[in-house]
């Protein structure tokens, strides 16, 4: 959520930046809503002194003995009790009406982000080894998973309808083997804590990272009012919702391997065969807590820390800066890391790494504060994929196919596959 005094205090940059995402001017909706309420709140204020002035008013007549002084007084608080719970709805109401406004706008834009409207704007700033000569005409992965006989699209969709697949043998171990690996480097060499968050949230904590009002149509929704996670960034962010943290102990990392459930609904028509874009899906996510001194330099290291999963693994790939136009609802800079795969002849998304700054922030109400410092404020929060496990599979299997269909054990999860070098069909 952004912050109501800033806009109050910048108008004119606040709607330059939203100009920036081809938004609309909003600086005199907002302000005058939040002047209405302001308004309301000091009328509250005056009337609550005025009742209270009132109430030692009628004491005093009533030691008096002046009982029709003392009536026409508590007639006058009786008048005013009303007229108070009215201002108070009233007010509660600007309230709303100010909250819905605001947590509807999606965070500002850093000022080094690029300009355009779509992925066609982003920008590269870095690329990581040669995209493979492969002697043979490549496969995509749903053909070499299918022809292994690892990999069951059909009977998956007998069972739960279509974005589904069933990974079985060598394959279905290699996927673990992926996200055990990622687990593993992000832990014992960058420091991240292995964490196992719920799958299962509430209204409060998919708000606080921004799912929620703008977004409840992506997410599956329980009958009894829980949201399935479509990442662990909702469970792990919200670690430190409604809390204060102490400084000393940020930046915070944390990261989880866990299912995700999305529900694709603006995907119609893309992706629709393979593993690329489905409804269950797991990933490894990395969640960093910082101050806001911390976080640019934070969100690089989380960036390479995702992309040294792809160095390991041998995968070539490219870093983008996004555009205004391509960044998510809730980042103020984002870098995606795309994979090479031969099978679709393209650079694909792997990884997006977030600087949120204190928008999901304000939202939780998680703040921080220094030793010795009475003052609080918000912490900034940075999320990042460390990697979707199944789009790296998915590049596993395109980048180490071979001409006979079998596809060869990256070296470093050698350890994870128990000897296994190569997977042929079963």
């Not at 109050?8 to 909706?29: C, K, Q, V, W, Y």
């Not at 080094?112 to 995509?140: I, S, W």
């Not at 609904?265 to 593993?275: C, E, L």
């Amino acid at each position: 959520m952004l912050d109501i005094k800033w806009i109050r205090d910048n108008p004119a940059a606040f709607d330059a930046a939203r100009a920036r995402r081809g938004l609309d001017a909003a600086s005199t909706r907002v302000l005058d809503l939040d002047a209405r309420h302001r308004a309301q709140l000091n009328e509250l204020q005056q009337d609550q002194a005025r009742r209270n002035d009132l109430s030692k008013q009628v004491g005093q007549a009533k030691a008096k003995k002046d009982e029709a002084e003392a009536a026409r007084l508590m007639a006058e608080v009786a008048a005013l009790k009303a007229r108070l719970e009215q201002g108070e709805q009233k007010a509660a109401d600007l309230a709303t009406q100010l909250d819905d406004e605001l947590s509807a706008m999606p965070n500002l834009p850093a000022a080094e982000v690029p300009e355009g409207r779509d992925e066609h704007g982003n920008v590269e700033v870095r690329r990581q080894g040669a995209t493979p000569n492969l002697p043979f005409q490549a496969k995509e992965h749903f053909e070499l998973g299918e022809a292994l006989g690892l990999m069951d699209f059909e009977r998956a969709t007998k069972i739960s309808g279509a974005r589904f697949v069933i990974l079985s043998g060598a394959l279905a171990r290699l996927e673990r083997a992926l996200g055990q690996f990622m687990l593993d480097l992000h832990t014992s060499e960058f420091g991240y804590v292995e964490t196992n968050p719920p799958l299962l949230v509430r209204d409060e904590a998919a708000y606080g990272t921004g799912q929620l009002p703008k977004f409840a149509e992506d997410l599956f929704h329980t009958d009894n009012g829980f949201w399935l996670i479509p990442t662990a960034e909702v469970s792990l962010t919200n670690l430190v919702n409604d809390s204060i943290v102490d400084e000393a102990t940020l930046p915070m990392r944390v990261t989880a391997l866990t299912p995700c459930f999305r529900s694709e609904a603006g995907a119609a028509g893309k992706d629709t065969r393979g593993m690329i874009r489905q409804h269950q899906f797991t990933k490894v996510e990395l969640v960093s807590i910082t101050t806001p001194e911390q976080s640019e330099a934070e969100h690089e290291r989380m960036t390479a820390c995702a992309e040294e999963v792809l160095k390991r693994l041998g995968l070539p790939y490219r870093t983008m800066l996004l555009c205004v136009g391509d960044m998510g609802f809730g980042a103020r800079k984002t870098y995606d890391i795309e994979v090479w795969l031969p099978g679709q002849n393209a650079y694909r998304e792997i990884s997006s790494c977030s600087n949120c700054g204190d928008f999901q922030a304000r939202r939780m109400k998680a703040r921080s504060r220094a030793k010795g410092e009475k003052q609080t404020r918000f912490v900034h929060t940075l999320n990042g994929s460390g990697l979707a496990v199944g789009r790296t599979l998915v590049a596993v299997l395109e980048n180490y196919q071979q001409e006979d269909g079998s596809i060869k054990v990256p070296a470093a999860l050698a350890p994870y596959m128990g000897g296994l070098t190569e997977i042929r069909k079963a």
